[in-house]
Protein backbone atom coordinates (compact mmCIF):
# COMPACT_ATOMS: atom_id res chain seq x y z
CA UNK A 1 0.00 0.00 0.00
CA UNK A 2 1.47 3.59 -0.83
CA UNK A 3 -0.18 6.87 -0.26
CA UNK A 4 1.79 9.55 -1.25
CA UNK A 5 1.21 13.00 -0.93
CA UNK A 6 2.58 16.24 -3.54
CA UNK A 7 1.58 19.66 -3.62
CA UNK A 8 2.95 21.16 -0.92
CA UNK A 9 5.53 24.17 -0.80
CA UNK A 10 6.04 27.58 0.70
CA UNK A 11 3.05 30.42 0.19
CA UNK A 12 1.99 33.92 1.10
CA UNK A 13 -0.93 34.22 3.57
CA UNK A 14 -4.06 34.58 1.22
CA UNK A 15 -2.41 32.49 -1.59
CA UNK A 16 -4.43 28.99 -2.99
CA UNK A 17 -2.81 25.84 -3.08
CA UNK A 18 -4.07 22.32 -3.69
CA UNK A 19 -2.41 18.93 -1.88
CA UNK A 20 -2.95 15.53 -3.49
CA UNK A 21 -2.73 11.93 -2.31
CA UNK A 22 -2.25 9.08 -4.66
CA UNK A 23 -3.15 6.03 -3.45
CA UNK A 24 -2.03 2.44 -4.99
CA UNK A 25 -2.36 -0.92 -3.70
CA UNK A 26 -5.47 -0.48 -1.80
CA UNK A 27 -9.49 -0.54 -3.39
CA UNK A 28 -9.31 3.25 -3.39
CA UNK A 29 -13.02 3.50 -3.72
CA UNK A 30 -14.00 1.95 -0.77
CA UNK A 31 -11.88 3.90 1.79
CA UNK A 32 -12.56 6.72 3.70
CA UNK A 33 -10.38 9.32 3.17
CA UNK A 34 -8.61 12.02 5.28
CA UNK A 35 -6.51 14.49 5.28
CA UNK A 36 -4.44 15.23 9.08
CA UNK A 37 -1.85 18.13 9.66
CA UNK A 38 0.86 18.04 12.10
CA UNK A 39 3.14 20.84 13.72
CA UNK A 40 6.03 20.22 15.88
CA UNK A 41 5.01 19.45 19.54
CA UNK A 42 1.59 18.73 18.43
CA UNK A 43 -0.55 15.73 18.07
CA UNK A 44 -1.62 15.46 14.56
CA UNK A 45 -5.12 16.70 13.94
CA UNK A 46 -8.11 16.11 11.20
CA UNK A 47 -8.25 19.03 8.61
CA UNK A 48 -11.12 17.36 6.45
CA UNK A 49 -12.58 14.01 5.88
CA UNK A 50 -14.77 12.47 2.72
CA UNK A 51 -16.52 8.97 2.86
CA UNK A 52 -15.69 6.68 0.30
CA UNK A 53 -18.22 7.87 -2.27
CA UNK A 54 -17.48 11.51 -2.14
CA UNK A 55 -21.04 12.37 -1.12
CA UNK A 56 -20.26 13.43 2.49
CA UNK A 57 -17.16 15.43 3.99
CA UNK A 58 -16.06 16.80 7.41
CA UNK A 59 -13.73 20.20 7.63
CA UNK A 60 -12.33 21.15 11.24
CA UNK A 61 -13.66 24.32 11.93
CA UNK A 62 -10.59 25.97 11.44
CA UNK A 63 -10.82 25.47 7.63
CA UNK A 64 -14.67 25.52 7.08
CA UNK A 65 -14.98 27.90 4.46
CA UNK A 66 -11.56 27.72 2.96
CA UNK A 67 -10.46 24.34 1.93
CA UNK A 68 -12.69 21.71 0.46
CA UNK A 69 -11.21 17.82 0.55
CA UNK A 70 -12.56 15.80 -2.87
CA UNK A 71 -11.46 12.95 -4.52
CA UNK A 72 -11.74 11.21 -7.77
CA UNK A 73 -12.18 7.27 -7.75
CA UNK A 74 -11.56 6.55 -11.24
CA UNK A 75 -7.87 8.21 -10.55
CA UNK A 76 -7.12 6.94 -6.89
CA UNK A 77 -6.43 10.53 -6.01
CA UNK A 78 -7.17 13.10 -3.01
CA UNK A 79 -7.46 16.10 -2.97
CA UNK A 80 -7.00 19.30 -0.81
CA UNK A 81 -7.69 22.64 -2.13
CA UNK A 82 -6.37 25.19 0.60
CA UNK A 83 -7.83 28.32 -0.06
CA UNK A 84 -6.60 32.12 2.03
CA UNK A 85 -4.27 30.40 3.63
CA UNK A 86 -3.04 31.63 6.78
CA UNK A 87 0.20 31.02 8.73
CA UNK A 88 -1.49 29.01 10.81
CA UNK A 89 -2.06 26.37 7.88
CA UNK A 90 1.42 25.70 8.35
CA UNK A 91 2.27 21.80 9.01
CA UNK A 92 3.19 18.60 7.75
CA UNK A 93 -0.21 17.34 5.98
CA UNK A 94 -0.79 13.57 5.77
CA UNK A 95 -2.96 11.55 4.13
CA UNK A 96 -4.86 8.69 5.49
CA UNK A 97 -6.98 5.96 4.20
CA UNK A 98 -9.40 4.04 6.90
CA UNK A 99 -11.39 0.96 6.55
CA UNK A 100 -13.09 -0.81 9.48
CA UNK A 101 -9.96 -2.64 10.15
CA UNK A 102 -7.04 -1.03 8.74
CA UNK A 103 -5.37 2.08 8.65
CA UNK A 104 -2.70 3.61 6.20
CA UNK A 105 -0.62 6.87 6.01
CA UNK A 106 1.57 9.01 3.12
CA UNK A 107 4.37 9.97 4.11
CA UNK A 108 3.08 13.73 4.41
CA UNK A 109 4.03 16.81 2.49
CA UNK A 110 4.79 20.28 4.17
CA UNK A 111 3.35 23.41 3.81
CA UNK A 112 4.49 26.42 4.72
CA UNK A 113 2.77 29.95 4.59
CA UNK A 114 4.51 33.21 5.19
CA UNK A 115 2.50 36.18 6.49
Known amino acids: VQLVESGGGLVQAGDSLRLSCAAS????????MAWYRQVPGKQRELVAS????????NYADSVKGRFTISRDNAKNTLYLRMNRVKPEDTGVYFC?????????WGQGTQVTVSS
Open 50 to 57: IVSSGSST
Open 96 to 104: RATSYTRAY
Open 25 to 32: GIAFSVWV
